[in-house]
């Protein structure tokens, strides 16, 4: 793969509990442990909290790709990410996401059709693809 663009993170100190910053500096705080998993929570963000903007995002613009080339009108469209984490068999830790899709207008078996074209699209979508649990839904 040719790279279109390349973003860079670096992480210090606690891990989760340690700072992020991008190498650009647009990215730069302090991470926090969310209190289900025994830490402080807060107003702090945690990776999977990070990763749920990521995919909801990208997803998104898959789909408004796949919606233009369709030729369907998605204004109004929204895409919720839950990211979840837990213990998997055999030790370690693994994620869970479901996606839930949103598009006003437009008739439930078209906004199918298009969720699922965008999942074969989005860079996340096939970065995860039989590694973790995606769920999708259309509402």
Not at 11 to 26: C, F, I, L, N, Q
Not at 41 to 52: H, I, M, S, V, W
Request: aromatic residues 6%; contains cysteine.
């Amino acid at each position: 793969m040719k790279a279109l663009y390349e973003a860079k993170a670096t992480a210090t100190g606690g891990g989760r509990s340690g700072h992020v910053r991008s190498e650009d500096g647009v990215l730069d705080f302090d991470l926090a442990v969310p209190k289900s998993m025994g830490g402080p929570g807060g107003d702090k963000p945690n990776p999977e909290l990070l990763f749920a903007a990521g995919y909801s995002a990208c997803f998104h613009g898959a789909l408004q790709v796949v919606a233009r080339q369709a030729k369907v009108d998605v204004d109004g469209s929204r895409v919720d990410a839950t990211v979840g984490i837990g213990a998997i068999d055999g030790g370690g830790y693994g994620l869970a996401v479901a996606l839930t899709v949103s598009i006003p207008g437009v008739p439930e078996e078209v906004a199918q059709e298009l969720v699922e074209k965008a999942h074969q699209v989005c860079p996340y979508s096939n970065a995860t693809r039989g590694n973790i649990d995606v769920q999708l839904s259309v509402v």
